[in-house]
Antibody, heavy 123, light 107 residues
Framework: QLQLQESGPGLVKPSETLSLTCTVS??????????WGWIRQSPGKGLEWIGT???????YYNPSLTSRVTVSVDTSKNQFSLKLTSVTAADTAVYYC???????????????WGQGTTVTVSS | AIQMTQSPSSLSASVGDRVTITCRAS??????LGWYQQKPGKAPKLLIY???ILQSGVPSRFSGSGSGTDFTLTISSLQPEDFGTYYC?????????FGPGTKVDIK
C-alpha cells in the first residue's frame, strides 16, 4: 500500500520560503497514472488545493498562489516537493501531500494522503 | 474557477438516521466529484469518487449520486464513527476546488 510522508520545517519566518518534501514509500513515483500534489488547511478552515505535478513534470497551480508556488518531482529519491515563496501569516496551515490516481478515461481519485505537517509562519 | 457549495454547513443526527449532504457546482462537472471524510487532527479520507463509486474499504452505508451541478452524499444509517467533516471535491478541471464542508455530529 503506497504511503506518503511529509517533512520540513514547522516554523518559517515571514517573507521567507516554505519548503516541504513528500516521500513516497511502497510505490514508484514515476508511474504515468500517478499525479502528485499538495493541499493545505488553515486553522479551523477548509481544504485548499495548492498544486499538482504529473508524469513528465508538467504542473498545475492554484491561480491564487501561482506566482509563489513550485511543485516538483525528484524521481531519484522517490520524493516530490513544495516551495512557497514570500510567506505571510496567511500561509500558516497544515500541509498535506497527496496522490491523484488516473484510474481510467476521465476517472480520477485523490486516494492517498500524507498525515499532514503543520507549518507556522511567524517571526 | 469552479465554485463548490455544500449544505447544510452542519448537522446533528442520531445513530441510525439517514443523513444527506448536498454539494453544488457553479458549472457542470459531469460526474467528476469525490467525497471525503475528515476527523479532527487527521487527513481527509476518500469515501466516494466519480460521484458514486465507493472507495475500497468504505462501508456500504455511504453512497453518492448526482450529475452535472448537483450531487448528494447519503449515509443510510448513521453510525457513531461517522462524526466528522465531509467535503466534496470537483476534479473536472484545474484548479481543483473543495466545498466548504459539512460538519456531522452525533446526537
Amino acid at each position: 500500500q503506497l504511503q506518503l510522508q511529509e517533512s520540513g520545517p514547522g516554523l518559517v519566518k515571514p517573507s521567507e520560503t516554505l519548503s516541504l518534501t513528500c516521500t513516497v514509500s511502497d510505490g514508484s513515483i514515476s508511474r504515468s497514472s500517478h499525479y502528485w500534489g499538495w493541499i493545505r488547511q488553515s486553522p479551523g478552515k477548509g481544504l485548499e488545493w495548492i498544486g499538482t505535478v504529473f508524469h513528465g513534470g508538467g504542473t498545475y497551480y492554484n491561480p491564487s498562489l501561482t506566482s509563489r508556488v513550485t511543485v516538483s518531482v525528484d524521481t531519484s529519491k522517490n520524493q516530490f516537493s513544495l516551495k512557497l515563496t514570500s510567506v505571510t501569516a496567511a500561509d500558516t496551515a497544515v500541509y498535506y501531500c497527496t496522490r491523484r490516481l488516473r484510474a481510467g478515461d476521465n476517472l480520477y481519485l485523490m486516494d492517498v494522503w500524507g498525515q499532514g505537517t503543520t507549518v507556522t509562519v511567524s517571526s | 474557477a469552479i465554485q463548490m457549495t455544500q449544505s447544510p454547513s452542519s448537522l446533528s443526527a442520531s445513530v441510525g438516521d439517514r443523513v444527506t449532504i448536498t454539494c453544488r457546482a457553479s458549472q457542470g462537472i459531469r460526474n467528476d466529484l469525490g467525497w471525503y471524510q475528515q476527523k479532527p487532527g487527521k487527513a481527509p479520507k476518500l469515501l466516494i469518487y466519480a460521484t458514486s463509486i465507493l472507495q475500497s474499504g468504505v462501508p456500504s452505508r455511504f453512497s453518492g449520486s448526482g450529475s452535472g451541478t448537483d450531487f448528494t452524499l447519503t449515509i443510510s444509517s448513521l453510525q457513531p464513527e461517522d462524526f466528522g467533516t465531509y467535503y466534496c471535491l470537483q476534479d473536472y478541471n484545474y484548479p481543483l476546488t473543495f466545498g466548504p464542508g459539512t460538519k456531522v455530529d452525533i446526537k
